[in-house]
């Protein structure tokens, strides 16, 4: 229980920052699955930090306030520097979140 | 002032950098290794590698085992609690025949006294280097780290006004891109993303020992009574001696009395922790019962219930103020005493980030200033040899800690020095070599001293198995987390180590064929340290 509510909170901070920074020209250049295709940014951005709510819900579920203020910005800044790092090193990992996100420009 | 705010503060950046990252390096490597001191105190001790003890545990078998010790009778008593992170019962006692105060460590199910490993280990070398750095001449080490921790909060405040684009910055780690670049994306991702957690951490380590820093303001609120403050804050007021013999009661009654009424309170949040007593066989002693270190919960000393020790009869059940609540959260978070494991591993996670982003920062000056062309070859080699040996170096040291601890033998002693100070000597004849080896070798140092940590960590995790047979199998079968965890550590940081070495070496490599052809340049790039 205890266990599955961390790794849960895990993830959605992964999930959510990778929606992020896809929301970012910078980084949706790395990983938009075609040249044309382009980020649908507001929807990222609300699921990113949607995400980030429901990590913060899933950490003090587990833990309580007291300890969640603590848990939640380090779970968020850890999976930040992995999202970096994937983006840097394996941005294929990203590809899939890319196609959900994207939508063929306006001509 | 510089012509903007924004150089201003990167001239401010700048130079508290220069001057405090090389200290912060250290204190925060220290600190980053503390979160597991504990577990390193096993590793290096290995008479305490011991399964978890059990849930009941009675002082009162130890109380004349230790007073024996301490020569047949003693003023002074104290008991830890074991725990899975602790697992052997430590005590400490004022010796009467040395007039010390000794420690003595204990199989908590046995009931039999331990004779270990001379060692400061994690608790006693690593932990209070981090605050201290072994300077207690004058207080001096805590001055010097309180002037870090003051630095650190001006350089991230700095370091948030220098920088445009914080946000699209958070997740840019330009891998393909020179080393420079790379230095800096580095530099601010860690910054960014470990902020809160850095900027918390500076703070409450100042706030920790502000009596020290800001002696006025205690001295305000106490007077010359500066013991009494504290003993109200904390609620430690004892009993004057009476100077008549008395008996000490049951300890084991009166922790049950404590644990009844944290449990009344409704701030009980497990068993005592620590058992305390002082001006033992005297009518008057007083037993200190408390949960300093809870590990359901970040904020620390809440729960303290002083005792006559012979009579057993509460004198203070303390309840904390809200401002004392405040802080030991504060001090909590910074103490890291609680049973959290994922948080534990992000606290260390975090940690090294923090090493990160200081060491990208003094690599990035040093690049900066070869770039401009202040390319002085004594300056550069000297600030090259201040950040090898101020990174790499203090990772070496503490791995020929490690190393020391294995090889000397039980009873080691040289000139005078017992087995504990010659591994404390191991480290800092090491560190010093790593500065001279630095100095010796220039850039292709950081290849050298990578490889160093590599072959440091191996030779850690083999010396273990030597010395004591616990390999990783046996540890891992066996549930010797704390064993097995050091060891898959120091296998990671020697994976770490390979990889850097084998980058500095292509690194260096092409920076020998450019910096023939170098040239001096005046722009910088955008986002870039306005190095002066």
């Known amino acids: 229980m205890s266990l599955s509510l961390m790794v849960l909170a895990t993830l959605t901070a992964i999930i959510g920052l990778a929606c992020l920074s896809l929301s970012q020209d910078k980084h949706w250049r790395v990983v938009r699955p075609s040249k044309t295709a382009v980020p649908r940014v507001r929807e990222l951005r609300i699921v990113g930090y949607g995400l980030l709510v429901v990590c913060a819900a899933l950490c003090i579920a587990r833990d309580g306030i007291s300890f969640s203020l603590i848990l939640w910005p380090l779970t968020v800044g850890i999976s930040a520097i992995v999202i970096g790092m994937t983006i840097a090193y394996r941005p294929v990992l990203l590809k899939p979140l890319a196609s959900l996100a994207a939508q063929e420009a306006k001509a | ?532």
């Open chain 2, 1 to 532: 002032m510089r012509e903007t705010f924004r150089a201003s503060m990167g001239f401010l950046h700048t130079w508290s950098g220069i001057l405090a990252s090389a200290l912060l390096f250290a204190i925060f490597w220290m600190g980053t290794l503390s979160v597991f001191d504990k577990e390193i105190d096993q590793w290096m001790i290995p008479e305490t590698r011991l399964p978890a003890p059990p849930q009941n545990i009675s002082y009162d078998q130890f109380v004349p085992k230790v007073v024996d010790l301490a020569g047949g009778s003693t003023t002074y008593l104290y008991f830890r609690r074991p725990d899975a992170r602790n697992p052997s019962l430590k005590s400490y006692y004022f010796d009467t025949k040395t007039e010390e105060y000794e420690r003595a460590t204990f199989n908590p199910v046995t009931g039999e006294q331990i004779e270990t490993t001379d060692s400061l280990a994690g608790t006693g070398f690593i932990f209070p280097f981090h605050f201290s750095l072994h300077l207690r001449w004058n207080n001096v080490g805590y001055w010097l780290v309180g002037f870090a921790g003051m630095s650190m909060l001006v350089l991230i405040v700095s370091g948030i006004f220098i920088h445009r684009k914080i946000v699209q910055d958070f997740f840019t780690f330009r891998s393909t891109k020179k080393a420079r670049r790379l230095t800096l994306d580095l530099h601010n991702m860690t910054s960014l993303t470990a902020l809160p957690f850095h900027f918390l951490f500076a703070l409450t380590g100042l706030l920790i020992f502000a009596s020290i820093y800001l002696p006025l303001g205690v001295k305000s609120v106490a007077g010359d009574d500066e013991q009494g403050l504290y003993q109200e804050i904390y609620g430690s007021k004892q009993l004057t001696p009476a100077n008549e013999p008395g008996e000490l009661v049951s300890l084991d009654a009166m922790v049950a009395e404590a644990t009844r009424l944290w449990t009344e309170n409704g701030g009980y949040v497990g068993p005592p922790d620590n058992v305390r007593v002082s001006n033992v066989g005297d009518k008057n002693a007083t037993v200190f019962v408390r949960n300093s270190f809870p590990s359901g919960r970040v904020a620390m000393n809440q729960n303290v219930t002083s005792f006559n020790g012979s009579t057993g009869e509460v004198i203070h059940n303390h309840v904390p103020s809200g401002t004392m609540a405040t802080f030991s959260w504060l001090e909590g978070f910074h103490f890291v005493q609680f049973g959290h494991w994922p948080l534990r591993w992000l606290y260390f996670v975090a940690g090294l980030a923090g090493c990160a982003m200081m060491s990208t920062g003094l690599i990035f000056w040093v690049q900066a200033r070869i770039k401009k062309g202040a390319v002085d070859p004594l300056k550069v080699r000297s600030i090259r040899a201040l950040t090898i040996g101020s990174t790499t170096g203090i990772i070496i040291a503490t791995g020929a800690f490690f190393i020391a601890n294995r090889v000397l033998p039980f009873e080691a002693e040289v000139a005078g020095f017992d087995r504990a100070q010659l591994e404390m000597w191991a480290f800092f004849v090491v560190w010093v070599g790593t500065f001279v080896h630095a100095s010796l070798r220039g850039a292709v140092a950081w290849m050298d001293q990578s490889f160093a940590i590599a072959g440091a960590s191996i030779a850690s995790v083999l010396l273990n198995w030597a010395t004591t047979g616990d390999h990783l199998v046996a540890t891992a079968v066996a549930g010797q987390w704390a064993v097995f965890g050091m060891d898959m550590t120091l296998l990671a940081a020697a994976a770490i180590g390979v990889v850097s070495g084998v980058k500095a070496r292509s690194v260096t490599a092409a920076k020998t064929l450019s910096e023939k052809s170098l040239k001096p340049k005046a722009a910088q790039p955008t986002g870039a340290l306005p190095a002066e």
